[in-house]
């Protein structure tokens, strides 16, 4: 999807772009862009949900203005990942892990649902930056969508061209080295949440963390 942001002050607002399951113990991937006051940059806000469960939240600070110009968000969903994409930057890859115990969204059809909504009780600075209504109307503009994927029944558990199409294909179960390269440059400079690294939260590093290479790079020094 090519997607240009809420310009001005668009605090308290979130534009999404995800895909969803339809029953309560739901699906979802998605992407979040948080608005913000005038003049901040946008924080983009990735999440995976499984069975219900999310808490895997990552924020970035976009690297350009989103608001200018549309830009394109993608993702990459098959067996063995998940991948988030702004451009051709990878900035998001959540490995299918079922074997270390990681629940993977994979038995549930998911929809794509676009929506520009009000959370100011949470979206920009935790909720201290409220919806000014006086800026009205707050317009993201979609284009472009495009889609490759299985059509499928809302009770299918899996799909019935598993492992034929392009997506499944070798090239695509894991990044290429320039890939992870670009994918390193966004959580080296533009990474400002990852759950992964969340002492607070979880006194012992998720499972899926290591495998997603969400461990930060130890420092090399030269006595």
């Not at 979130?14 to 699906?27: G, I």
């Not at 098959?78 to 990681?102: A, C, T, W």
Request: aromatic share 16%; glycine share 6%; net charge positive.
């Amino acid at each position: 999807m090519h997607i240009k942001m809420v310009a001005g002050d668009s605090a308290g607002t979130v534009t999404a772009f995800y895909l969803s399951s339809q029953n309560n113990e739901h699906d979802e991937i998605d992407f979040e862009f948080l608005g913000n006051k005038t003049g901040e940059p946008y924080i983009l806000q990735t999440n995976v949900y499984v069975g219900g469960k999310g808490d895997k939240e990552q924020r970035i600070y976009l690297w350009f203005d989103p608001t200018k110009e549309y830009h394109t968000y993608s993702v990459l969903w098959n067996l063995h990942q998940i991948v988030f994409f702004v451009d051709e930057y990878p900035i998001r890859v959540f490995k299918n892990s079922k074997d270390l115990g990681v629940k993977f969204p994979f038995d549930q059809p998911m929809k794509i649902y676009s929506s520009l909504w009000e959370a100011d009780d949470w979206a920009t600075r935790g909720g201290l930056e409220k919806i000014d209504w006086s800026n009205q109307p707050f317009v993201a503009s979609y284009k472009g969508f495009h889609i490759d994927g299985c059509e499928s029944s809302v009770n299918a558990k899996y799909c019935a061209t598993q492992g034929k199409k392009w997506w499944d294909q070798k090239e695509f179960q894991d990044l290429d080295k320039n890939q992870w390269r670009l994918l390193r440059r966004v959580r080296d400079k533009y990474t400002i949440y990852n759950y992964c690294t969340d002492k607070k939260r979880y006194s012992t590093m998720p499972k899926e963390c290591g495998r997603n290479r969400d461990v930060p790079r130890k420092s090399s020094k030269k006595n």
